[in-house]
């Protein structure tokens, strides 16, 4: 049986409210601590005309948690790596997500297992934190964090997350330094961090935050995806690091990978040079390009006579596709095999302008088992006229996957040490000779 993955255009519908409440505890203050260390990057290339400081953020692959309810998700799996948050800082895990636009963390003051469960954020343990509203206005003139009964901002979010389901958490706001980490070892003289607002979350469903591996996410998607600037992470991070190149790039390997923040990998670590394509309604806030023609071992499936797009989702471990054209795609991909270790089958190819072909074979866009995993996007609202596609982690570990900010495009370069048939021994020599421009 095929799995019939639900998967949504929109990681996080916030309602904004606010109410009288309780203040959770008092403040507690703080000493200051240590700082992440950043690579220089010389010039970008010709079309960038900038240089900067590049972060190098490793990534760990974990799997998905079995549910305690005896769910379970076999093949999902998240890229996990290290923040801190505030003064001194709090050591957490979390997913970069170009699907989402917040940073959500569980709160301290959360009692859902699914938080507890994780690492929580503290904002009376940080001497850098601030209760704020919508408006980023303190809760409490003159008191760092509310206490007592006060009038403040809650967020409640409806997220879906592609791999696991659908699920609501409640958050406050909380103004915090956001701090990129390589580990929880990591006492370095500098950081890379973004003062911005936090989704803080007081309460987490159990779908889909129990399952999750890491603590939180880092939302990377455009403005239009936040509800205000403030609580951009990348907005943010360009604002506080003025050295850094307004761009971000993901190499991702079978048990690891790389976030690369402010700068860019250089066109020798791959198969060829980067090729980039403009962000279509980059006001929505998704990373979302044109797509040609969709074909599986050569035969058109989709001939996006009205006009196909792809979401390019790194918080999605599959390939996704608008559910009505579901059938006839799975359909051509369902004669995959296992012989050998491997699944054989058909290639299946995205067509993009100019000429590139994004591939994945069988092992990419097949389970353990050798079974097809493509779900369906419901698309909520009315969309334009066209496919919607969305693209995850499983295209990405074939292809460098760069993110500009500043121009709203996205680039590709092939990756030879990050394919499905690649070896672990060929995917730490690719991820430790990235070279930043």
Same mark, same amino acid.
């Given at each position: 049986?095929?799995?019939?993955?639900?998967?949504?255009?929109?990681?996080?519908?916030?309602?904004?409210?606010?109410?009288?409440?309780?203040?959770?505890?008092?403040?507690?203050?703080?000493?200051?601590? !240590?700082?992440?260390?950043?690579?220089?990057?010389?010039?970008?290339?010709?079309?960038?005309?900038?240089?900067?400081?590049?972060?190098?953020?490793?990534?760990?692959?974990?799997?998905?948690?079995?549910?305690?309810?005896?769910?379970?998700?076999?093949?999902?799996?998240?890229?996990?790596?290290?923040?801190?948050?505030?003064?001194?800082?709090?050591?957490?895990?979390?997913?970069?997500?170009?699907?989402?636009?917040?940073?959500?963390?569980?709160?301290?003051?959360?009692?859902?297992?699914?938080?507890?469960?994780?690492?929580?954020?503290?904002?009376?343990?940080?001497?850098?934190?601030?209760?704020?509203?919508?408006? +980023?206005?303190?809760?409490?003139?003159?008191?760092?964090?509310?206490?007592?009964?006060?009038?403040?901002?809650?967020?409640?979010?409806?997220? /879906?997350?592609?791999?696991?389901?659908?699920?609501?958490?409640?958050?406050?706001?909380?103004?915090?330094?956001?701090?990129?980490?390589?580990?929880?070892?990591?006492?370095?003289?500098?950081?890379?961090?973004?003062?911005?607002?936090?989704?803080?979350?007081?309460?987490?469903?159990?779908?889909?935050?129990?399952?999750?591996?890491?603590?939180?996410?880092? +939302?990377? !998607?455009?403005?239009?995806?936040?509800?205000?600037?403030?609580?951009?992470?990348?907005?943010?991070?360009?604002?506080?690091?003025?050295?850094?190149?307004?761009?971000?790039?993901?190499?991702?390997?079978? /048990?690891?990978?790389?976030?690369?923040?402010?700068?860019?990998?250089?066109?020798?670590?791959?198969?060829?040079?980067?090729?980039?394509?403009?962000?279509?309604?980059?006001?929505?806030?998704?990373?979302?390009? @044109?797509?040609?023609?969709?074909?599986?071992?050569?035969?058109?499936?989709?001939?996006?006579?009205? +006009?196909?797009?792809?979401?390019?989702?790194?918080?999605?471990?599959?390939?996704?596709?608008?559910?009505?054209?579901? @059938?006839?795609?799975?359909?051509?991909?369902?004669?995959?095999?296992?012989?050998?270790?491997?699944?054989?089958?058909?290639?299946?190819?995205?067509?993009?302008?100019?000429?590139?072909?994004?591939?994945?074979?069988?092992?990419?866009?097949?389970?353990?088992?050798?079974?097809?995993?493509?779900?369906?996007?419901?698309?909520?609202?009315?969309?334009?006229?066209?496919?919607?596609?969305?693209?995850?982690?499983?295209?990405?570990?074939?292809?460098?996957?760069?993110?500009?900010?500043?121009?709203?495009?996205?680039?590709?370069?092939?990756?030879? +040490?990050?394919?499905?048939?690649?070896?672990?021994?060929?995917?730490?020599?690719?991820?430790?000779?990235?070279?930043?421009?």
């Amino acid at each position: 049986m095929q799995p019939q993955t639900s998967m949504s255009l929109m990681k996080l519908g916030l309602v904004i409210t606010c109410i009288s409440t309780m203040a959770f505890l008092p403040s507690v203050q703080a000493k200051r601590g !240590g700082r992440l260390r950043t690579a220089a990057a010389s010039d970008a290339g010709a079309d960038s005309g900038n240089t900067g400081d590049a972060v190098l953020i490793p990534l760990q692959r974990m799997p998905a948690r079995n549910g305690h309810d005896g769910s379970q998700h076999q093949d999902t799996s998240f890229y996990v790596g290290n923040i801190t948050v505030g003064e001194p800082p709090q050591h957490l895990q979390v997913f970069f997500d170009t699907g989402s636009g917040h940073v959500l963390l569980p709160h301290m003051a959360c009692k859902n297992r699914s938080c507890i469960e994780h690492h929580r954020y503290s904002p009376w343990s940080s001497s850098s934190a601030l209760d704020v509203n919508a408006d +980023g206005h303190p809760v409490q003139e003159g008191s760092r964090i509310a206490k007592g009964r006060a009038k403040r901002t809650f967020a409640t979010m409806e997220f /879906t997350q592609a791999d696991l389901g659908d699920g609501v958490a409640k958050a406050v706001l909380v103004r915090d330094h956001v701090c990129l980490s390589s580990g929880p070892d990591d006492h370095k003289s500098h950081q890379a961090c973004a003062d911005m607002a936090v989704l803080a979350a007081t309460q987490e469903d159990a779908m889909p935050f129990e399952a999750m591996p890491a603590d939180g996410i880092i +939302g990377l !998607g455009l403005s239009g995806l936040s509800v205000s600037a403030f609580s951009n992470f990348y907005s943010r991070l360009m604002d506080s690091s003025h050295g850094m190149l307004p761009e971000f790039g993901m190499l991702l390997g079978e /048990t690891q990978g790389t976030i690369l923040f402010g700068g860019r990998a250089s066109v020798d670590s791959f198969a060829a040079p980067l090729e980039w394509f403009p962000v279509l309604r980059p006001e929505e806030g998704f990373w979302q390009l @044109e797509i040609v023609q969709v074909r599986v071992n050569g035969v058109v499936v989709e001939q996006c006579q009205h +006009g196909c797009r792809a979401i390019v989702d790194t918080g999605s471990s599959h390939l996704g596709v608008q559910s009505d054209r579901r @059938e006839r795609i799975l359909n051509r991909l369902q004669s995959a095999l296992f012989s050998e270790g491997n699944c054989n089958g058909p290639d299946l190819q995205v067509d993009l302008p100019r000429g590139l072909t994004l591939t994945l074979a069988a092992g990419d866009y097949s389970d353990a088992s050798c079974v097809v995993q493509l779900g369906a996007l419901h698309l909520q609202e009315p969309q334009p006229r066209g496919v919607l596609f969305s693209l995850g982690t499983n295209m990405i570990r074939r292809y460098y996957t760069a993110f500009d900010w500043e121009a709203a495009r996205i680039g590709f370069a092939p990756n030879e +040490g990050s394919t499905s048939l690649h070896s672990t021994a060929r995917e730490a020599a690719a991820i430790t000779e990235l070279v930043v421009l």
